[in-house]
Each structure stands twice: as structure tokens, then as C-alpha cells.
């Protein structure tokens, strides 16, 4: 089975220096101008705008809010219902490169991970806000692995992860145990407002492959983030 056929089968099994910002002009749906498109206006990559496209296109996004999170890069477009960008930034990623979460790596205490189980996963998710093991709000990406996107959190790491995303260097970002992290301001004047009080989808494209194989894939590989309590975010 070549690469996009197991992510196929692992999506199917478990199937993320900034100041928010509006813009106008950017609901686009099927047939309508790229021009409307927000990531045209703006700079991201040729993955992150397919994507955009992508969505809008098919109307994956059924009109909730979304995100996508571009690895490549170390970039985050969060767009609200309707296709709204309302805010981009920097984010940190997991330590170890790769699209394939490993098997059992969810179920373990995020200190016990091994080098090559801190990855950020690519797929199609559904999210869903929650609380982790320290009742700190977090937006669930994919529950069940522990994957969500979060501040940046108090501790030894703190000074060092926030130098890390106002750097311009993608590979400076490789530091989280898998969860997509987000300087604080921008997690609670962008993500918790728009992610925070219901279902929306995030988008976490790969950085093994191209993004056209993976968007292309049956919608059968999704999952929808499941709710709890108990899980310690990454």
C-alpha cells in the first residue's frame, strides 16, 4: 500500500507574530470569482490556497467556521462561517516531521511519547472545543490522538516557544508534542471566538505527499473529534 492509501486507512481509524483581522469580500461558493477568495490576498502558499479553494468548491465547510493549518509552513487561516478569514498567525507543530499518527501514541501521557510520536497528523477534522486535564480551554482537532489547538502554555517552555513563533523559519516551530500551539493573544481573540462554541472542521495539510492526494480522498475518512474531559492536549 503506497503512503496515501495508509493515511487514507489511518484517517479512516482516527479521520492544526500575529494580530487578528478581518476581511471583507470573502464568502465565495460554488461558481463564484476566485478573486473573493481570501488566501489569494494574502501571503500563503499554493497549498493553503487550494485548499481554500477546495472547500469552497465542494462546500465542505457546510457553513461552519474552519481552519486550515498549513505544516509546510508553520501557518494557521482561521475563517469563520461563511468563509471569512478573521485572523492568520505563526504556530508551533510536533516535534517529529510526518502525517501518520503512530498507533497508541493518543493513549499515552504526553511526557512518555518517543521522538517519533510527536506528530501533528494531516487530514480532514472535526472539532470540537473543550477543556484538557487542566480545565484550560482548548479546541479539540482530533480528541481521541490528543491533538488540539492550544495557547502557548505557562511553564519551562514558555519563553522558548513563544521566541520560536515570531521567527520566520518554519523549522523553528518544530516543538510541540503534536498540538497545533498559538501565541495566547491570538487563541483568545481568534480561535476561542470563532471555534469555541461549537463544531467546525480543520483542515492539517501534509507535509509528505501532495495536498491534492489527500483532498481528493472519500469522505469516509473523517472523524469527528470526540468530547471529554480527559485527555491532556499536546
Known amino acids: 500500500m503506497n503512503f496515501w492509501g495508509k493515511l487514507a486507512v489511518a484517517a479512516s481509524v482516527a479521520w492544526s507574530a500575529s494580530t487578528a483581522f478581518a476581511l471583507t469580500d470573502t464568502t465565495s461558493r460554488p461558481g463564484e470569482s476566485l478573486a473573493a477568495l481570501a488566501l489569494q490576498k494574502v501571503d500563503a502558499s499554493a497549498d493553503a490556497r487550494y ?10 465547510d457546510h457553513g461552519r467556521p474552519f481552519v486550515i493549518v498549513d505544516k509546510k509552513a ?15 498567525s505563526s504556530t508551533l507543530l510536533g516535534q517529529a516531521r510526518g502525517d501518520i499518527p503512530v498507533p497508541g501514541a493518543g493513549q499515552k501521557d504526553p511526557s512518555r511519547l518517543l521522538p517519533d510520536e510527536r506528530k501533528t497528523p494531516a487530514g480532514r477534522f472535526e472539532s470540537t472545543p473543550g477543556r484538557n486535564l487542566h480545565g484550560e480551554a482548548v479546541v479539540w482537532v482530533d480528541y481521541d490522538t490528543g491533538i488540539a489547538i492550544h495557547r502557548v502554555r505557562p511553564g519551562i517552555s514558555q519563553m522558548t516557544r513563544t521566541a520560536s513563533l515570531a521567527t520566520d523559519d518554519p523549522n523553528n516551530k518544530r516543538l510541540s508534542l503534536g498540538c497545533v500551539v498559538v501565541p495566547e493573544n491570538f487563541f483568545y481573540g481568534v480561535v476561542l471566538p470563532t471555534l469555541g462554541h461549537g463544531h467546525g472542521l480543520v483542515y492539517v495539510l501534509p507535509e509528505e505527499g501532495p495536498v491534492e492526494a489527500m483532498f481528493n480522498q472519500p469522505k469516509a475518512a473523517t472523524t469527528v473529534a470526540a468530547r471529554g474531559l480527559n485527555v491532556s492536549s499536546r
Open 51 to 60: 485548499v481554500e479553494k477546495w472547500i469552497h468548491q465542494k462546500g465542505d
Open 74 to 88: 508553520a501557518r494557521i487561516y482561521v475563517f469563520g462561517a461563511g468563509g471569512v478569514l478573521v485572523g492568520m
